[in-house]
Nanobody, 126 residues
Framework: EVQLVESGGGLVQTGRSLRLSCAASGFTFDEYAIGWFRQTPGKEREGVSSISSTDGSTYYADSVKGRFTISSDNAKNTVYLQMNSLKPEDTGVYYC???????????????????WGKGTLVTVSS
């Protein structure tokens, strides 16, 4: 059974940091790209960052470049999202997802994901 389990969410003040984790199981981890997505009420789910488990290449949405860093520990089948300098607009439910697409341009596209976690809530207070 494929599982993606997010953890690390919480309530933080503007400017602080959080690190999210996504533990994967049930599929061959290094054959997939893993992405982080977020969603707030009334808005569509959007891609935040993604990483290739094959070669470690990374991608970021413009809104988080320079503040968020994605990384992968293939030995632990876990992907991390280090979020620094958090802003209130970063608030949302953060999901990790996996895709077997080999096209990097799709790795921030919700429709390209094959598996999803249940999400973890991040709240940034002003």
């Amino acid at each position: 059974e494929v599982q993606l389990v997010e953890s690390g969410g919480g309530l933080v003040q503007t400017g602080r940091s959080l690190r999210l984790s996504c533990a994967a199981s049930g599929f061959t981890f290094d054959e997939y790209a893993i992405g982080w997505f977020r969603q707030t009420p009334g808005k569509e789910r959007e891609g935040v960052s993604s990483i290739s488990s094959t070669d470690g290449s990374t991608y970021y949405a413009d809104s988080v470049k320079g503040r968020f860093t994605i990384s992968s520990d293939n030995a632990k089948n876990t992907v991390y999202l280090q979020m620094n300098s958090l802003k209130p607009e970063d608030t949302g439910v953060y999901y990790c997802a996996a895709t077997y697409s080999t096209i990097p341009q799709t790795w921030l596209n919700v429709h390209a994901m094959n598996y999803w976690g249940k999400g973890t809530l991040v709240t940034v207070s002003s």
